[in-house]
């Protein structure tokens, strides 16, 4: 079970980006590492980073002198869709490593001899990238990232806004909700907003403040997942999914709502505010919206994969087969995959994951 405090913490870092060394540092000591940094790039290609002090003279070296290079773990990371923590034998040979110019320039003349970390897409077109490092004769283990994985939804949405607010605290309300550069609104408890920015209030009739100022969600089956997100929003751990998907309409594509509960330092900035809501768009054509769940829903690595398969128009006979898991287990997990997505239907959930149009009547 995560850590509630840890959780917290992450949740206040979205706003208050100096807190997250402190977070880094709590990641590292529960994987066993000797040095943590978030990583964020941007659609325009603008590249950001925080590390915790035992990294930052090895980041300073390499974004001044090596991120021309190409780095193939993260590359890799990304195109094995792995909804989790790798470590870098997963990802690499040993002799690959051996050659490898970022290891060889800017890791071991640091005393880091291994390296860990997910890579995550989002819908706005931004990559986060969570990266590890130890040293020593003892690779990070499968174990290691087990232990880390359940933290990795509160860490995409944390670091889409920081990494959206340029990993630099805002100074106002309207400071931070200018730099996002997404929709979005800060609410009341319970969902009423406070205040709302221009991308967000051309989101209607999709995304509507309703009476008394609530906001609410045209899809009944996200506007059910967003209610209980509100109801859950005090608690840290919780099981209910604080990113909400919306299939495609007539109105436009596919949206992911995202819920950042803001904590302590965060509630100074946005004063009154419990909760920063955060709208993306699933606009790449063609591109599966499994490949968005991996990054920023509470799905685990298992469902994450089931979904994909699913996706791809894989019977459960054939997927339990070729993962050699249960018909029982796997109907366990899209059971779970269609509650956290809202849907009632493996045809509904397919046409979510796909971000085709919008699920018809007749759906199977």
């Not at 992450?10 to 590292?28: F, G, K, S, Y």
């Not at 943590?36 to 930052?56: F, R």
């Not at 990113?243 to 309409?249: D, I, N, R």
């Not at 298992?302 to 979904?307: N, P, V």
Request: negative net charge; contains cysteine.
């Amino acid at each position: 079970m995560p850590d509630d405090d840890l959780i917290t913490a992450i949740e206040e870092a979205a706003v208050v980006p100096e807190n997250w060394p402190r977070v880094l540092e709590q990641l590292a000591i529960l994987a066993g590492a000797d040095a943590a940094a978030v990583w964020t790039l941007s659609p325009a290609g603008k590249l950001g980073s925080i590390t915790t002090p035992s990294y930052a003279a090895a980041h300073a070296d390499y974004l001044a002198n090596g991120s021309h290079l190409d780095n193939m773990r993260p590359r890799r990371a990304l195109a094995g869709r792995h909804a989790g923590f790798l470590t870098d034998l997963e990802l690499c040979s040993p002799e690959e490593l051996a050659q490898d110019p970022i290891y060889q320039r800017f890791i071991k003349p640091y005393a880091f001899d291994w390296t860990a970390g997910t890579a995550i897409p989002v819908p706005s077109g931004d990559i986060i990238v969570f990266d590890m490092a130890r040293g020593g004769d003892t690779p990070f283990s499968r174990g290691d990232m087990e232990v880390l994985d359940p933290y990795r939804p509160y860490l995409a949405r944390a670091a889409l806004l920081a990494s959206r607010q340029g990993l630099e605290r805002a100074r106002a309300a309207t400071d931070a909700m200018e730099l996002i550069g997404l929709p979005a609104a800060v609410l009341a408890p319970g969902g009423r907003a406070l205040s709302v920015n221009a991308p967000f209030e051309a989101l209607s009739p999709r995304v509507t403040a309703r009476a008394f100022g609530l906001v609410g969600l045209a899809d009944p089956a996200a506007e059910a997942l967003l209610a209980q997100a509100y109801a859950a929003i005090d608690q840290a751990a919780s099981p209910v999914p604080r990113s909400v998907p919306m299939p495609a309409t007539e109105h436009g594509p596919a949206l992911i709502v995202h819920i950042v509960p803001l904590r302590h330092d965060a509630r100074d900035v946005f004063t009154g505010g419990s909760i920063m809501m955060l709208v993306t768009e699933v606009t790449s054509p063609g591109v599966p919206q499994t490949e968005l769940l991996t990054g920023l829903f509470d799905l685990t690595p298992a469902e994450s994969r089931l979904a994909r398969a699913v996706a791809a128009g894989q019977a459960l006979s054939d997927i339990a087969a070729t993962g050699r898991t249960s018909i029982g287990t796997l109907r366990t997990q899209l059971k779970s995959v269609m509650a956290k997505t809202g849907t009632r239907r493996q045809g509904d959930l397919v046409r979510l994951l796909l971000a085709a149009a919008p699920p018809s009547r007749d759906s199977d």
